[in-house]
């Protein structure tokens, strides 16, 4: 029987399995341990007991990703290439179009067949779209970031967590499994690739470097591990009560690791579901149905960026109260560099810029008054997806599409009561952070970080 769920793979284009190595192109799913795609690439590389090679293509600039995104990135892949060694898997990272970058290296290594892994956003689904039609050989995608496959949880876009709940539910006996462990490969290449000059390759990169790495989040596998065994221990059970408060440290702090693949979400809802109480099934409701939610709305939703994808509801009432007075608006420039009348918004904001996160709770209130404030939905899309995706270590995620929608444009969520500017899409005051919070203690305590 085969390692890998079959429901979990989908062929791109009916192009032939050849004679010659079976190359994974690692795209989002940027580990060694626990992902799917790879073991399912090595299964096939031993049945035909070929050599097995990893490839990387790495876009030189990548949708808004500056420096700080791209540190993280590669440190992380550094720690996949030594780890790929020992496991006599071969390596290779190349800048350019990965849609493009892995044609070519199909030919040169004389691939019989690819294996890729999956992801619902609009940049990576050309990429493959392109490399599909170019390949001479087969491609087949895995879907090694799902706990349930996305085609599987649901063949359409769901409109809440109240209706793929129970989908998902129901299948999660069947894939929330543990994993095989990765084997060493017997099979190597007759020329061995040369280890990667990770310098000269930053020197190919056109990236911002203004924005910079962040020194108090270690990236790689090792380090998420660590990450994830620290939160299991101490904080899981209390992730139902601690989780909505910004100065209280409840939260997983896992998001930036998902974001790169660093750490299967498969692995942490495995290990988080060993353990019983509230504090698990509020974790496990977050990191199952809210992210899966995410990538079934990305998926279906090519729009996942825009108010086109607002629900119709909701592009109604925004357009009614479109000619509203706002008692403020702001330009980017004001919201980038945290200069609102608000002092929580403008320290989330400045939380955002130095540390590149932002407490998910802080994120919703931090989303609704750039609508607030903004001239327009369309202008405070446009915001929010420019900062989240340009400080946000975990930014150009699927969570924070649907998450930035949700808060502008009722997406997932239902109407509320009708108000100026937002019309029946729920607000959020600050009156209300106040009674969830110590609101002067976050401010205060970024006042201080700052000084
Ligand atoms: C405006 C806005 C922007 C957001 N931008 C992003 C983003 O760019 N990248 C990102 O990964 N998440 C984003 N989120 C979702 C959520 O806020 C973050 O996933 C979470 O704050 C990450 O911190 P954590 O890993 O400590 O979360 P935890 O609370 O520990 O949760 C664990 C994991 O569950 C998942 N999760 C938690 N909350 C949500 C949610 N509401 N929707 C979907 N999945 C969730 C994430 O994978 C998260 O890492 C955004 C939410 C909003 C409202």
Redesign the pocket.
Known sequence: MSLVHPNRIFPLNDRPMREGAVVYWMSRDQRVRDNWALLHARELALKLRRPLVVFFGLSPSFVGATWRQYAFMLAGLREVERDLRALGIGFRIVTGDPGEEIVRFAEVVGAGMVVTDFSPLRIHRMWKDAAAKRLAVSLVEVDAHNVVPYREASPKREYAARTIRPKIHRLLPEYLTDFPKIKKHPFALDSALPETDWEALRATLSVDESVGEISDIVPGERAAQGVMDE?LKHRLNR?DRD?NDPNVGG?????PY??FGQIA?QRVAYEAAKRDGAGADA?LE??VI??E??ENYCFYEPHYDAVDAFPEWARRTLAAHRGDEREYAYTKDEFETGKTHDPLWNAAQRGLVETGRM??YL??Y??KKILEWSASPEEAMAT?VFL?DRY?L????P??Y???A??LGGVHDRPWFDRPIFGTVRYMAISGMKKKFDVERYVGGRISQEA
Request: aromatic residues 14%; glycine residues 14%; positive net charge.
């Open positions: 939160f992730y989780r939260v997983s702090g896992l998001s998902l974001h979400p974790f977050e990191l809210r992210r939610l995410a407490h998910g994120r919703m931090w989303a929010a989240n946000a975990d930014g150009r995620d969570n924070g649907a998450g930035i949700w808060s």
